[in-house]
């Protein structure tokens, strides 16, 4: 459980407040995060942070607040760039976690500034003729396709055709097949008829040593 202290705040107090309250800002938290955290480090109740922060600290640190709510908009924005430029943003946006400024050596925050816009631009120059690189690619590749599913399409078309005349000439053939066996049948019919009626016509008659003979 945090101590809480009633003594008055020293001079390191203050800048610990200030410290990780702007931390705080620049990167989009709360203040009663910041007050919170505060508590924890120095063994006060965050309201008493919070109340020395409104009450005394915030009025020296104007001008870093500021700033730090700058640097909290130039990150959200960078963000919200879209995902192809992901790597260029990345790097264009890297920045101190303490400070709030891009890390570098001997330049100041504006000419680094600068130089990261150019350099970003000129990335995104690469990567937008990348881009448009590929995409002539894919519209090559896509008019190929076109072409190729209309040749599929007339092959398509042709065989469909023919399987359609195949069909017919089998209805055409099925039939005089059918119509054949009609014929034959009716020509065994009468031939069976025939045959009948000549067993009819015929007559016979027993001789006198007991044969048959047919009667004319």
């Known amino acids: 459980m945090t101590a809480v202290r009633q003594d008055a705040w020293s001079t390191e107090d203050?800048?610990?407040?200030?410290?990780?309250?702007l931390r705080h800002i620049r990167e989009g938290s709360t203040q009663l995060a910041a007050f919170e955290e505060v508590g924890?480090?120095?063994?006060?109740?965050?309201?008493?942070?919070?109340f020395r922060w409104n009450s005394c600290v915030r009025k020296k640190?104007?001008?870093?607040?500021?700033?730090a709510k700058a640097q909290r908009q130039k990150r959200s924005?960078?963000?919200k760039q879209p995902a192809i430029l992901g790597p260029q943003v990345a790097a264009l946006a890297t920045l101190d976690a303490e400070e709030g400024l891009f890390k570098t050596e001997g330049v100041?925050?504006?000419?680094?500034?600068?130089?990261?816009?150019?350099?970003?631009?000129?990335?995104?120059?690469?990567?937008?003729q990348e881009?448009?690189?590929?995409?002539?690619?894919?519209?090559k590749e896509l008019r190929e396709k076109e072409d190729e599913l209309l040749e599929l399409r007339c092959e398509n078309d042709r065989l469909s055709k023919e399987v359609n005349e195949v069909q017919t000439d089998y209805r055409v053939v099925n039939?005089?097949?059918?119509?054949?066996?009609?014929i034959m049948d009716r020509a065994r019919r009468l031939a069976f008829l025939s045959e009948e009626e000549e067993e009819l016509k015929t007559r016979f008659?027993?001789?006198a040593n007991g044969n048959l003979e047919r009667i004319e």
């Open 14 to 21: 203050d800048l610990i407040l200030a410290e990780v309250t």
């Open 40 to 50: 924890e480090k120095i063994g006060r109740t965050s309201a008493a942070c919070g």
């Open 61 to 67: 640190y104007e001008s870093a607040i500021s700033n």
């Open 77 to 79: 924005y960078l963000r």
């Open 108 to 128: 100041s925050d504006e000419t680094l500034s600068m130089d990261a816009v150019i350099r970003f631009l000129r990335q995104w120059k690469g990567t937008a």
């Open 131 to 139: 881009s448009n690189r590929q995409l002539k690619m894919l519209e």
């Open 175 to 182: 039939d005089d097949y059918k119509a054949l066996i009609q």
């Open 205 to 207: 008659k027993m001789d």
